[in-house]
Nanobody, 124 residues
Framework: QAQLVESGGGSVLAGGSLRLSCVYS????????MGWIRQAPGKDREGVGG???????NYAESVKGRFIISRDHNKNTLYLQMNNLKPEDTAVYYC??????????????????WGKGTLVTISS
């Protein structure tokens, strides 16, 4: 059974950094597309970005230049390095697998699987 487990969330001041991790298991093959989705309080889920199996990544405009998505196939782990964090980045962040890569930068990300999420809180 496929499973995605996020970690690394927390509370930081604006301008700070956090790195989220997502360990995945139970997949018969390496998922082609993985990525991150977030949901801010009172808002719909939105795509943060995605990455394919050879390392090509795309990003939502709101995080471009500040966030970096990477993956380590040997560790079955997906990462989200978040720099220069802003209060508007406050959200629950979900790891996604089996996604449509181009949708992961939009307000309507499409994915087969996602984890339970990890909360990121940015204070000013």
């Amino acid at each position: 059974q496929a499973q995605l487990v996020e970690s690394g969330g927390g509370s930081v001041l604006a301008g700070g950094s956090l790195r989220l991790s997502c360990v995945y298991s139970g997949y018969p093959a390496i998922p082609y597309c993985m990525g991150w989705i977030r949901q801010a309080p009172g808002k719909d889920r939105e795509g943060v970005g995605g990455i394919d199996s050879i390392g090509y990544a795309n990003y939502a405009e709101s995080v471009k230049g500040r966030f970096i998505i990477s993956r380590d196939h040997n560790k079955n782990t997906l990462y989200l390095q978040m720099n220069n964090l802003k209060p508007e980045d406050t959200a629950v962040y979900y790891c996604a697998a089996g996604c449509a890569l181009t949708s992961m930068t939009t307000a309507h990300p499409r994915t087969d699987d996602w984890g339970k999420g990890t909360l990121v809180t940015i204070s000013s």
